[in-house]
């Protein structure tokens, strides 16, 4: 069964720091991809990941995939209060993470 | 530019009540889904599109029915509602999967009594 794993599933974290948040898949796939939502709002796209060693940045955020390792990672440079939402990772069109669920404090 | 629309955005029904629920996109995409989504889980794949007059089930069809008569418009009917179908579906759509990530909808928040 193909399992997608975000951590932390919470995160609360002061304006300036960095942090990342951690994808694990458990099977391989041709695509994975990032999501942000803001509370009672849809889905936004941030990253498609297609290859092993993609990386792509916008801003303040920067994923990153592994296939070897089966892993993505979403990294967070000097956080500002506007990134606060829960982001979400998804393996191919069907698998989806629980989502983190980033708080950032002024 | 619409992109994808949702209609309704919310509705209350009654155990057994039926409804359907409609998708519209206006980028000419192939591929359309319909995904549930629950608190504190990601979204759930219920059922999609492959083109025009195509369906597939997802990871959670059962009392579902989906139906994909034009390219642009995706329909999901609920036949016999039960409280477990309380939630919030979101419709996307994407040109074919691979680089581009999917357009969704703004969700119709459905609550079943």
């Known amino acids: 069964e193909l399992k997608v794993e975000q951590n932390p599933l919470f995160l609360s974290m002061q304006e300036g720091k960095n942090y990342t948040i951690y994808c694990n898949y458990s099977?391989?796939?041709?695509?994975l991809y990032w999501y942000r939502q803001d509370p009672g709002k849809s889905l936004e796209s941030l990253f498609v990941?297609?290859?092993?060693?993609a990386v792509k940045q916008e801003g303040r955020l920067m994923a990153s995939l592994d296939t070897k390792a089966r892993l993505s990672t979403l990294h967070i440079t000097a956080a500002v209060h506007d990134l606060s939402a829960t982001y979400f990772c998804?393996?191919?069109?069907?698998?989806f993470g629980k989502g983190t669920r980033l708080h950032i404090l002024p | 530019n619409a992109g994808v629309t949702q209609t309704p955005k919310f509705r209350v029904l009654k155990t057994g009540q039926s409804m359907t629920l409609l998708c519209a996109q206006d980028?000419?995409?192939?591929?359309m889904y319909w995904y549930r989504q629950d608190p504190g889980m990601g979204l759930r794949l219920i059922h999609y599109?492959?083109?025009?007059?195509?369906?597939a089930k997802g990871e959670v069809p059962d009392g579902y029915n989906v139906s994909r008569l034009k390219k642009q418009n995706f329909l999901l009917g609920l036949e016999s509602a039960a409280p477990s179908q309380t939630s919030v579906y979101f419709c996307?759509?994407?040109?074919?999967?691979?680089?581009?990530?999917?357009?969704f909808g703004s969700g119709t928040r459905l609550t079943v009594v």
């Open positions: 996307a759509s994407s040109p074919v999967p691979g680089p581009y990530g999917y357009t």
């Open positions: 980028m000419n995409h192939e591929y």
């Open positions: 599109s492959v083109g025009e007059g195509t369906t």
């Open positions: 998804a393996v191919d069109v069907d698998i």
């Open positions: 099977t391989t796939s041709d695509r």
């Open positions: 990941l297609l290859s092993n060693g």
